[in-house]
Structure formats: structure tokens, C-alpha cells
């Protein structure tokens, strides 16, 4: 079975500037995650969403960053503007449903300038 | 509030020697821990869990309530096992991870 998709893989940008990166969960995964994980630390949950409603965004900077999942599969997690401290790996991750083990994709490297 | 500490950011060890990786946690209700694990170049990904008690590549855990630990043990390390290891506990439907122990195993 096809694993988790994230693109790009990288992408460096100037401050202030915007971003946006895409996630294709795997087939019928009702749950999907959007994590940030800083250099040296672990993942930290940013916002998940169960279908295409919002089940936790407590920590999502909701200033700057923005997600949707429209039609409840694919998802986009949106940066703008961006600020230097934002220079991270954001994962995606996916589950059957919220109790269920995460299968997490690759990961894009973000890097603001 | 849920945290997860893992003291060690570098552990090395000689193939053959056994392996533990620390993990303590603070949590007011009842918690489900997980070790996960991320190799070069390749995804994170779940290891083990407590509740499933079963040996996963050889490693193991035990969930400690008394000292509120969750730590990673191997008695036999091999190279292949050389990888980033991320303890991780859900509480409130949300995984919170530690910062992550880096296990160097050399030959």
C-alpha cells in the first residue's frame, strides 16, 4: 500500500514570504495530522483533523499558519507570512481513524531566510 | 499538561552491549506510551506501544507508573539498530513526543 505523500520535499524562502505544502493521506485514513518538528526537538501536533473537520488546532500559530482539507483527503498547510523561526520539517501523518497507529510521510524542510 | 523527557540526546554503545534508552513522562490521567523510531534517510515510525507488551526487534518496555518511565531496553544492540528514537505519550487524543535520543551502535 502506498505510504503517506508530501511535497516538496524542501523549499527555502525569504521571510515574510508565503508557502503552502501538500499532503495525500493514505487511502481511507479518516484522521491526518500536521506536525512541526524544530531541529533537536520531537514532533509537536500542530492540527489533525478527522474527515474534513478540525478536531484539535490548539497549537497552530492561526496569524500565520493555515490548513484545510477540503473534500477530506488531501490537505494543504499554509504559512503567511513567514518568520525565521517558522524553519522546520513539517510532517504529515495519517491514521484509519483517531486511535489508530500513525503512519507518518517524509516530511518537507522548510527554510526561511 | 502532558511532557515527555528523554535526558540522553547521544547514546553509544559497542555492538552486543545492551541498550537502554530513558523516558519519563508527566501525565494526570491514565496514558498510552510509544516508542518511535526513525533510521537514516527513512520515515518515523511506530516501534512499540505499551499496551501491545510485545517484543519488537528485540527492544522492549515497561510502563513504570510508580517512576512514571516508559524506557526503551535491548539486551544485544546491533548496528542496524543505530537510528533516532522518540518517545511518545497520548493524552487528550494528542501525541506529544520527547526531544529524541540518538542511538549510535559501532561495531
Known amino acids: 500500500e502506498a505510504g503517506v505523500a508530501q511535497s516538496p520535499r524542501y523549499k527555502i524562502i525569504e521571510k515574510r514570504q508565503s508557502v503552502a505544502f501538500w499532503c495525500n493521506p493514505i487511502s481511507g485514513h479518516a484522521t491526518l495530522y500536521w506536525y512541526q518538528q524544530i531541529l533537536g526537538q520531537g514532533p509537536k501536533l500542530l492540527i489533525q483533523f478527522q474527515n474534513n473537520g478540525v478536531v484539535d488546532d490548539s497549537q497552530l500559530p492561526k496569524d500565520r499558519f493555515s490548513a484545510e482539507r477540503l473534500k477530506g483527503v488531501d490537505s494543504t498547510l499554509k504559512i503567511q507570512p513567514a518568520k525565521l523561526e517558522d524553519s522546520a520539517v513539517y510532517l504529515c501523518a495519517s491514521s484509519p481513524n483517531t486511535d489508530d497507529e500513525q503512519f507518518f510521510g517524509p516530511g518537507t524542510r522548510l527554510t526561511v531566510l | 499538561a502532558q511532557r515527555v523527557t528523554q535526558p540522553e540526546k547521544l547514546l553509544s554503545v559497542f555492538k552486543g552491549a545492551p541498550v537502554e534508552l530513558k523516558c519519563n513522562y508527566s501525565?494526570?490521567?491514565?496514558?498510552?506510551l510509544f516508542w518511535y523510531v526513525q533510521y537514516s534517510r527513512q520515515r518515523l515510525q511506530l516501534l512499540l506501544r505499551?499496551?501491545s507488551r510485545e517484543s519488537i526487534k528485540g527492544f522492549t518496555a515497561d510502563l513504570n507508573k510508580g517512576e512514571t518511565s516508559f524506557h526503551l531496553k535491548k539486551p544485544f544492540a546491533q548496528e542496524e539498530d543505530s537510528a533516532m528514537y522518540y518517545c511518545a505519550l497520548k493524552g487528550f487524543q494528542k501525541l506529544v513526543f520527547g526531544t529524541g535520543t540518538r542511538l549510535l551502535v559501532s561495531p
Open positions: 501525565y494526570s490521567g491514565s496514558p498510552e
Open positions: 505499551h499496551i
